[in-house]
C-alpha cells in the first residue's frame, strides 16, 4: 500500500524516470480503461503477466482480450492508465524493444504474395541471432506447404506460420492470440511443445485462448477478463484451487456476475 504523507512530498520523481517493473513481472496493464466511441471495451483494468512463466488470458467474445493484447503490442493506446512491457511503454518504445517482443496476431496479418519460407527468412534478416529457420519450421511442418503462397494457404498452415514469424526473434516476451484455434489435433500439440520450449529458454508467454484444455496445459498464471475487468488472477492452482478450470470460468464469467 502506498505510504501516507502528513505533508505534500517536496520532490515528487520527474514523470520522465521511468520507474523499473519488479523484475518477476514482464507485462504490468494498472488500471487501464478504454472506449471506442461509445462502448466501454476495458474498465479499470489490472493484470500482470509473471516473467519467464506462460500466462493465459481468458474471456468470453468481447471481454476485452485482444484490446488490452494489442495495447501491450503497442497497437493501440489506452483512454487511461498504463501498461508496461519489460518496464517500457509500448506505444512509445523504439525498435529495440520491438525486437524483444514477438507478437502473433488474430488475423495473422502476414504478406499474402510471399511464401512461407520465404517470408521467414526475410524475417530472420532483421535479428542479430535468428532462429534456426529448417528447425522451427520443421518443428510446425511449415516445408510440407512451403510451395504455396500465404494467399493460398488454409486458416490452420497460416497460422502456424505466423506463430513461426512471431518466434523468430528469440522474443523476451511473445503474444499469442488463440495460437491453436483452428488447427488440427497434430498441429495443437505442435504448437503446444514450442510455446512451453520458449517458456523453457526463459520467454515470457501472453496466450489469449478459449481452450480450458490448452490453459490447463500451458499456463503457470491465468488471468480471467469479464466485461472489460479482470475477475481473477492468479496460479492455475490458486485460481482453480481442486475445480476445473471450466467450472470456475463458468462461475466468475455467467451473466449478471458483475
Ligand atoms: N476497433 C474497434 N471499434 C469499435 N469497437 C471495438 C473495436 N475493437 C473492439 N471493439 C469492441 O470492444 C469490445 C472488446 O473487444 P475485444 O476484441 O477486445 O474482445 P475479445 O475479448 O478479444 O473478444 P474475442 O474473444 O471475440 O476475440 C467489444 O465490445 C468489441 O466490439
Redesign the pocket.
Given at each position: 500500500m502506498a505510504p501516507e504523507y502528513a505533508v505534500s512530498v517536496p520532490h515528487p520523481p520527474s514523470p520522465t524516470v521511468k520507474r523499473p517493473e519488479p523484475a518477476e513481472h514482464a507485462v504490468v496493464v494498472d488500471g487501464v480503461s478504454h472506449a471506442?466511441?461509445g462502448?466501454e471495451?476495458l474498465c479499470d483494468l489490472s493484470w500482470h503477466a509473471p516473467a519467464g512463466a506462460i500466462t493465459a488470458l481468458l474471456?468470453r467474445?468481447?471481454?476485452?482480450?485482444?484490446?488490452v493484447v494489442e495495447m501491450a503490442e503497442g497497437l493501440r493506446r489506452p483512454d487511461s492508465g498504463s501498461i508496461r512491457v519489460l518496464g517500457a511503454e509500448p506505444w512509445n518504445a523504439d525498435a529495440a524493444h520491438r525486437a524483444r517482443v514477438g507478437v502473433m496476431l488474430q488475423d495473422g496479418g502476414l504478406p499474402m504474395g510471399t511464401r512461407p519460407l520465404e517470408l521467414l527468412r526475410h524475417l530472420a534478416s532483421f535479428y542479430a541471432e535468428p532462429r534456426d529457420i529448417d528447425e522451427l519450421a520443421g518443428a510446425l511442418d511449415i516445408p510440407t506447404f512451403n510451395r504455396t503462397s500465404v494467399r493460398r494457404l488454409s486458416g490452420g498452415q497460416r497460422q502456424r506460420v505466423a506463430l513461426a514469424a512471431a518466434m523468430i526473434g528469440r522474443p523476451e516476451v511473445l503474444f499469442l492470440d488463440e495460437p491453436s484455434a483452428g488447427l488440427d489435433p497434430h498441429a495443437r500439440r505442435d504448437v503446444w511443445d514450442l510455446v512451453e520450449a520458449e517458456r523453457e529458454r526463459g520467454a515470457s508467454v501472453v496466450v489469449t485462448t478459449h481452450s480450458f484444455e490448452e490453459a490447463e496445459r500451458l499456463a503457470d498464471h491465468v488471468v480471467v477478463m469479464n466485461e472489460g475487468r479482470c475477475v481473477v488472477q492468479g496460479s492455475l492452482a490458486d485460481v482453480t484451487d481442486g475445480r476445473s478450470l471450466e467450472d470456475v470460468y463458468f462461475d466468475l464469467t455467467g451473466k449478471g456476475t458483475l
Amino acid at each position: 500500500m502506498a505510504p501516507e504523507y502528513a505533508v505534500s512530498v517536496p520532490h515528487p520523481p520527474s514523470p520522465t524516470v521511468k520507474r523499473p517493473e519488479p523484475a518477476e513481472h514482464a507485462v504490468v496493464v494498472d488500471g487501464v480503461s478504454h472506449a471506442y466511441g461509445g462502448v466501454e471495451a476495458l474498465c479499470d483494468l489490472s493484470w500482470h503477466a509473471p516473467a519467464g512463466a506462460i500466462t493465459a488470458l481468458l474471456g468470453r467474445n468481447g471481454a476485452g482480450k485482444t484490446s488490452v493484447v494489442e495495447m501491450a503490442e503497442g497497437l493501440r493506446r489506452p483512454d487511461s492508465g498504463s501498461i508496461r512491457v519489460l518496464g517500457a511503454e509500448p506505444w512509445n518504445a523504439d525498435a529495440a524493444h520491438r525486437a524483444r517482443v514477438g507478437v502473433m496476431l488474430q488475423d495473422g496479418g502476414l504478406p499474402m504474395g510471399t511464401r512461407p519460407l520465404e517470408l521467414l527468412r526475410h524475417l530472420a534478416s532483421f535479428y542479430a541471432e535468428p532462429r534456426d529457420i529448417d528447425e522451427l519450421a520443421g518443428a510446425l511442418d511449415i516445408p510440407t506447404f512451403n510451395r504455396t503462397s500465404v494467399r493460398r494457404l488454409s486458416g490452420g498452415q497460416r497460422q502456424r506460420v505466423a506463430l513461426a514469424a512471431a518466434m523468430i526473434g528469440r522474443p523476451e516476451v511473445l503474444f499469442l492470440d488463440e495460437p491453436s484455434a483452428g488447427l488440427d489435433p497434430h498441429a495443437r500439440r505442435d504448437v503446444w511443445d514450442l510455446v512451453e520450449a520458449e517458456r523453457e529458454r526463459g520467454a515470457s508467454v501472453v496466450v489469449t485462448t478459449h481452450s480450458f484444455e490448452e490453459a490447463e496445459r500451458l499456463a503457470d498464471h491465468v488471468v480471467v477478463m469479464n466485461e472489460g475487468r479482470c475477475v481473477v488472477q492468479g496460479s492455475l492452482a490458486d485460481v482453480t484451487d481442486g475445480r476445473s478450470l471450466e467450472d470456475v470460468y463458468f462461475d466468475l464469467t455467467g451473466k449478471g456476475t458483475l
